[in-house]
């Protein structure tokens, strides 16, 4: 420190600050900067759901519908993907449906079913059949929940859903997800036992196997019914 | 579920992680830890706001718009090499040194009679005795050029070491050093002419 300027050095390095402290900022920025975090999060959540629930509705045709997305009035018709399959999507792009061609028979009546499952789904009218955990080189990969619901006109359709928690990134592309399907149907895994855990407020079984796929990933499938 | 999150972080990279490191990389994933980092940094940059502007309207102002755009960047700011609490400062630094150009516009439009007393009257300015020493310095700090007054408010009242101002400003310890020395030589000067100090 040279000496003309100890003395300014000296006299800074006493000067007494008064803090300030504002409460109720504090909390209300706080409320909007969480706030924004959490939808943030609910978006991409939302976002890959749909993208596994549609990619696997399309390539192992399972026999019902697929949806995910919550607070959604209406859907639309978009069309049909390079697969000949049925695309619906929400109102509020939130949501897409992804339905084989031997699915739906009447566009309309079809657009209809959804929004009332939509709302029967909202109302948590549903009943838990299935869950579906898939966790690639330890990574869970995704939750996949097959609801059934009873429409109005007495019909029931099994859904399956993007499961709450699913929190890795979808790591496995279309690609070697076509290759997974492949090597699961064609033969039990590795059979690494049983399990049980508390879903939605009751227990379920869960089988485990274990798979490799050609490029050395490991696939943990695990599939658990209630008991 | 934070420390959940935060332990299973640890362990997968199997690196020695500061906190701060943790919170931002749990952070991503859940508002808890959002929120613990939140906690930890509301105060200091409120108040390093606080003494740059001596506003409390604009300091609130201006620390809502530093913790939205962080938090919105955050993905970003594992690549940034800089602590988050630099990386904070340094946010705050830009968001402070954009309300002075700003001010610096206002005060040109001021000149007109009609604007001239409203735009020179701070919306909340501090009046407590225990300020008014630090009143008299901000005064004479406003005197000097933004990057002298900068350096000068994150050495002495925020209690930055040289490294961290480096960090905070982007500039190297040389330029730092320079900064630091010459905006206390003027102001040692402003303050002198004012009678604060002793000639």
């Not at chain 2, 606080?50 to 955050?74: I, K």
Request: aromatic content about 10%.
């Amino acid at each position: 420190m040279s000496k003309n300027i100890e003395n300014i050095d000296r006299y800074l390095k006493g000067v007494v600050l008064r803090e300030y402290e504002s409460h109720q900022h504090r909390q209300q920025l706080r409320r909007e900067v969480l706030g924004k975090i959490e939808r943030r999060q609910t978006m991409s959540v939302r976002k890959r759901a749909w993208k596994v629930a549609a990619l696997l509705a399309v390539l192992i045709g399972i026999g019902a519908i697929s949806v995910v997305g919550v607070n959604i009035g209406r859907y639309y018709y978009y069309g049909k993907n390079d697969d000949g399959a049925h695309i619906f999507i929400s109102e509020d792009r939130e949501s897409v449906v992804t339905l084989s061609d031997d699915e739906v028979t009447d566009v309309e009546q079809t657009r209809g079913d959804l929004e009332e499952i939509e709302l029967l789904r909202q109302q948590d009218k549903r009943e838990l059949l299935k869950v579906e955990e898939t966790m690639t080189d330890g990574t869970l990969e995704m939750i996949v929940h097959v609801y059934k619901y009873e429409l109005s006109d007495g019909r029931r359709i099994d859904m399956r859903e993007g499961g709450e928690g699913t929190g890795g990134a979808f790591a496995l592309g279309k690609a070697r997800m076509e290759e997974w399907f492949r090597v699961r149907k064609a033969g039990p895994g590795e059979d690494l036992g049983t399990y049980e855990e508390v879903v939605r407020d009751r227990v379920f079984s869960f089988k485990r196997e274990k798979y490799f796929l050609s490029d050395g990933t490991e696939v943990i499938w695990s599939v658990g019914w209630p008991k | 579920m934070a420390d959940d999150a935060v332990e299973c972080q640890l362990e997968s990279n199997g690196e020695m992680w500061d906190e701060d490191q943790m919170l931002v990389s749990a952070a991503l994933q859940n508002t808890e830890a959002a929120g613990r980092l939140y906690d930890k940094y509301y105060s200091d940059i409120l108040g390093y706001i606080y003494r740059c502007t001596f506003d409390r309207t604009v300091a609130e102002d201006l620390t809502s718009n530093v913790f939205l755009s962080a938090f919105r960047h955050l993905g970003q700011y594992r690549w940034r090499q800089v602590p988050f609490r630099a990386w904070l400062y340094r946010i705050a630094t830009n968001e402070v040194r954009m309300y002075w150009r700003r001010q610096k516009r206002v005060k040109i439009i001021s000149l007109q009679p009609d604007n001239e007393e409203h735009n020179s009257a701070p919306s909340a300015v501090d009046s407590t005795a225990a300020s008014e020493e630090y009143r008299l310095v901000h005064k004479a700090l406003l005197e000097l050029p933004l990057k002298y007054r900068t350096v000068i408010i994150l050495r002495y009242f925020e209690g930055k070491v040289i490294a961290e101002i480096c960090e905070i400003t982007n500039r190297k310890e040389g330029t730092v050093k320079s900064q630091l020395h010459r905006g206390l030589a003027r102001l040692q000067d402003i303050l002198v002419q004012r009678g604060v100090l002793p000639g």
